[in-house]
């Protein structure tokens, strides 16, 4: 299962072509998100550790960050560059639901503030509510929200969980 979705993570990652990024490699990135998610830690058994690891591929480098048992989030960087140019957050529940459900949330919630600072906070929980009733009330099982400096997808996926994806507006 993971090798097919590392697989289907970089192969997908390939055909973005955009020279556009989110002003982080994949090491600043994680030590922001860590610095975030600091704060929740005890709440949601968060997976903070120090060191990740960067899988070169031919067209993107990518890491996987284990967050806890329900979430893995995944940066793809372009090869050149090493800027990352999205990041998906793979949400498939694992022990209590609703606390992994709150814990993807407060996540998704963390990404947004991070990359869009201009949405208010007490914002951000109703757009990702939006967005997550989109995908459920759509036949593709899509949702979608663009901020102004970069563009919130949300896919829902029949065995491969709810994935929330931050990529750069073109």
Do not use: C
Request: no cysteine.
């Amino acid at each position: 299962m993971k090798i097919v979705l590392l697989a289907f993570i970089l192969m997908w990652s390939g055909f973005v072509s955009s020279a556009e990024n989110l002003g982080l490699t994949i090491e600043e990135f994680h030590g922001q998100l860590n610095s975030e998610l600091q704060e929740a830690n005890n709440a949601f058994d968060f997976n903070l550790v120090k060191n990740i690891k960067i899988k070169n591929g031919k067209t993107a480098n990518v890491a996987q960050i284990k967050l806890n048992g329900s979430n893995k989030m995944i940066a793809t960087a372009d090869k050149n560059s090493k800027m990352v140019k999205e990041l998906t957050n793979i949400f498939i529940p694992n022990g209590d639901p609703l606390s992994a459900a709150i814990s993807s949330l407060f996540i998704d919630a963390t990404l947004m503030k991070m990359f869009s600072p201009e949405i208010p906070e007490d914002e951000r929980e109703q757009l990702i509510n939006e967005l997550i009733y989109e995908v459920i009330s759509s036949p593709d099982k899509k949702g979608q929200y663009i901020a102004d400096e970069v563009t919130y997808n949300v896919m829902g996926t029949n065995g491969l969980g709810l994935w929330f994806i931050v990529t750069p507006n073109k």
